[in-house]
């Protein structure tokens, strides 16, 4: 297994530009989330799926659209973007047993200016 | 809302010293409580994942216990090496869908 995959792993945004940050898991996973770290910080939940066709909003939604249209993937949309959104993104997993334990992708180091 | 911390935020010891790493928590109904690592630049290494009905997880050199009625968790690192050096974060998880993370302790291992 891949585990958790994210694409692309950096990028450069200019202000106004919009982007699509790809997840894919291969664990066959219902859950699916993307955290945002900003330097020297913890991860702060953007949003969240329960499976397909499901969605909401974590704790910092705005400026970020999601869409879940198949078990697998869970691509993040930014909209009109600005510097206040230069982080890292991390998208996880985590499948239904009692752990609720997540497996974190790599990240997407996203700077924009 | 749960708020987690992390102190201190770095740390630096010398080779084959046991250390403690902190994580406390505001909201003691926590579900679980889950230690990462994470190395410069890289994404996020699950290290321990305690459930609330458990007092302590071990992992070679790494313990982990959980303290519920005083919001407090501990990562105990035996021995520690050079190649333990790293960013430890803590999260909690209240709701099944959403964890709390803490700002982290950076740690630094002298040889």
């Known amino acids: 297994n891949a585990g958790v995959t994210q694409t692309p792993k950096f990028r450069i945004l200019k202000i106004g530009q919009s982007m699509t940050l790809q997840c894919a898991q291969d664990?066959?996973?219902?859950?699916m989330y993307w955290y945002r770290q900003d330097p020297g910080m913890g991860l702060k939940l953007i949003y969240y799926s329960v499976g397909a066709g499901i969605t909401d909003k974590g704790e910092v939604p705005n400026g970020y659209n999601v869409s879940r249209s198949t078990t697998e993937d869970f691509p993040l949309r930014l909209e009109l973007a600005a510097p206040s959104q230069t982080s890292v993104y991390f998208c996880?997993?985590?499948?239904?047993?009692?752990?609720?334990?997540?497996?974190f992708g790599p990240g997407t180091r996203l700077t924009v200016t | 809302k749960q708020e987690v911390t992390q102190i201190p935020a770095a740390l630096s010891v010398p080779e084959g010293e046991n250390l403690v790493l902190n994580c406390s928590f505001t909201?003691?109904?926590?579900?679980?409580l889950q230690w990462f690592r994470q190395d410069p630049g890289k994404g996020l290494t699950s290290l321990l994942l305690?459930?609330?009905?458990?007092r302590e997880q071990t992992s070679g050199r790494l313990n982990a216990s959980l303290d519920k009625s005083s919001g407090r968790s501990t990562l105990y690192i035996a021995a520690s090496q050079p190649g333990d050096s790293a960013t430890y974060l803590c999260a909690g998880n209240n709701a099944g869908n959403m964890l709390t993370f803490g700002g982290g302790t950076r740690l630094m291992v002298k040889p």
């Open positions: 996880a997993s985590r499948g239904r047993g009692d752990s609720y334990e997540q497996y």
């Open positions: 664990m066959n996973h219902n859950y």
């Open positions: 909201d003691s109904a926590i579900y679980n």
């Open positions: 305690i459930q609330s009905s458990q």
